[in-house]
């Protein structure tokens, strides 16, 4: 089970970047994943997450909704994390994970035990 982020970069306020998170030696569509970051000095956070069930719900922290659009890409097996209108504090190493289960997801949580978790893509929001 591999996971395998990438799209990070430096951008500046407003501007725009699209991270891919591609999945190796498992079906991506039967797990719950998520995009989580952690800025330095400061705890991991959960981004946006979505459940693996059919019409799965979608989780977005509040900073977030509205500016970051997350989707599957199922013909590649990939997840995507769209994030438009981006500031200073979305500045971090953004990470995707997935779990089969001890998760939960809901439009106001996403929680869990997402152990399987791919190597970090750095995002600078910076003038």
């Known amino acids: 089970v591999q996971l395998q982020a990438s799209g990070g970069g430096l951008v500046q306020p407003g501007g725009s970047l699209r991270l891919s998170c591609a999945a190796s030696g498992f079906d991506l569509d039967s797990y719950h994943v998520g995009w989580f970051r952690q800025a330095p000095g400061k705890e991991r956070e959960a981004v946006s997450c979505v459940s693996s069930f059919s019409g799965g719900v979608t989780f977005y922290r509040d900073s977030v909704k509205g500016r970051f659009t997350m989707s599957r890409d199922k013909g590649k097996n990939m997840i995507v994390l769209q994030m438009n209108s981006l500031n200073v504090d979305d500045t971090a190493v953004y990470y995707c994970?997935?779990?089969?289960?001890?998760?939960?997801?809901?439009?106001?949580?996403?929680?869990?035990?997402?152990?399987?978790r791919g190597q970090g893509t750095q995002v600078t929001v910076s003038s």
């Open positions: 994970a997935a779990a089969l289960r001890r998760v939960v997801i809901t439009t106001t949580t996403c929680s869990g035990d997402f152990s399987s």
